[in-house]
């Protein structure tokens, strides 16, 4: 069961644009030639995406919730900006897209988490490496699931004055994984956004092998947008995968 409806409101809340995730991603395209290209695959509201237009970046953003997509479009006040929005899922952006033009794929905030099939998973990094330019970047954020793995685990809420947002997996009979989600608001009052919603535990050693399949070579892994360190403990995963 799906209410996305339910956090488009406080999206940009819970999912902040950082200064750190801004020069993290300068820095991953330094070496590229001007204007950046780039694609975010689970684009939500595009606050991100926006920024980085603002910089004078190409910039396509995908998101196959309409609630949010048409949250995007909204912030997208200005025609200036070399920017688009699309809805689209990742299993077909490689029928839709351009092959081999972007400078930098991202897909951050476990939003890779809801390809929830490693045969899909295994296309997404087939398709990224197809449509990203050469020397391109592919750069993932999700859950560490090296560190969550026990059958029932709650997740660290994500919470301000205004909202308080809690993630639960459970793990099924068969082994396979869902996750339940719900907010709360500052008067009390509980909505749903996921519940039941299958997902796939994607570890570091799984990217290593899935990448490797479709060409991909190098792999760099941190903790965070500051670049600390990654190990088994760490709650997040960025992975930057050339």
Do not use: W
């Amino acid at each position: 069961m799906e209410k996305v409806q339910n956090i488009v409101e406080y999206y940009d809340e819970l999912y902040p644009v950082t200064e750190s995730q801004k020069i993290f991603f300068k820095n991953e395209s330094s070496g590229c030639k001007q204007p950046v290209k780039y694609l975010r695959i689970g684009c939500g509201t595009g606050m991100f995406e926006i920024s980085l237009a603002q910089e004078g970046a190409d910039v396509t953003g995908i998101e196959p919730f309409k609630e949010l997509l048409d949250s995007a479009n909204r912030h997208r006040r200005s025609q200036l900006m070399s920017i688009r929005f699309f809805q689209m899922s990742p299993i077909e952006m490689n029928r839709f897209l351009g092959k081999s033009f972007y400078n930098i794929i991202s897909c951050l905030d476990s939003r890779i988490e809801f390809i929830n099939d490693p045969v899909l998973i295994r296309k997404f990094f087939f398709d990224t490496k197809e449509l990203l330019a050469k020397n391109g970047k592919l750069i993932l954020k999700l859950r560490n699931y090296e560190h969550f793995t026990k059958n029932l685990e709650i997740l660290p809420e994500i919470s301000n004055i205004r909202i308080c947002m809690r993630t639960q997996i459970r793990t099924l009979e068969d082994g396979k994984k869902v996750l339940d989600q719900e907010i709360k608001t500052g008067n009390g009052h509980i909505c749903s956004v996921f519940k039941d919603k299958p997902i796939y535990p994607l570890t570091r050693t799984e990217i290593q092998e899935f990448g490797r399949e479709v060409g991909y070579k190098n792999f760099q892994f941190y903790s965070n947008y500051d670049k600390a360190s990654f190990s088994s403990n760490s709650e997040e995963l960025i992975a930057v995968i050339s």
